[in-house]
């Protein structure tokens, strides 16, 4: 069973930059479509920010474009996953999953913390 471990989130002021990262730990995970997902504070459901599909095309988020960028790096036998965020603002503020897209995978990682201040 694969296992997504997400990390890079912290405490940014507003206009900040983060670069969040996701780690598999299977190579299982290599095959399937990408995304990163975001649960806001008070809500029960995940929105996709910015998802990444194996022919390297890329799809954001409204309150995503212009701002972010989704990526993936091959590392020894599994491909990282990264969202690099600039320009942030307090709405970014959430826990940040990465999971596979339609569906994602049953099993989701702890997610990332990231808290913006205004």
């Known amino acids: 069973q694969v296992q997504l471990v997400e990390s890079g989130g912290g405490l940014v002021e507003t206009g900040g930059s983060l670069r969040l990262a996701c780690t598999p730990t299977s190579s299982l995970f290599n095959v399937y479509n990408k995304a990163w997902y975001r649960q806001t504070p008070g809500n029960q459901a995940r929105e996709l920010v910015a998802?990444?599909?194996?022919?390297?095309?890329?799809?954001?988020a409204d309150s995503a474009k212009g701002r972010f960028t989704i990526s993936r790096e091959s590392a020894k036998d599994v491909a990282v996953l990264y969202l690099q965020m600039h320009n942030l603002k307090p709405e970014d503020t959430g826990n940040y999953f990465c999971?596979?897209?339609?569906?994602?995978?049953?099993?989701w990682g702890r997610g990332t913390e990231v808290t913006v201040s205004s």
């Open positions: 999971n596979a897209v339609n569906p994602p995978l049953t099993s």
């Open positions: 998802s990444i599909r194996s022919d390297g095309s890329t799809d954001y």
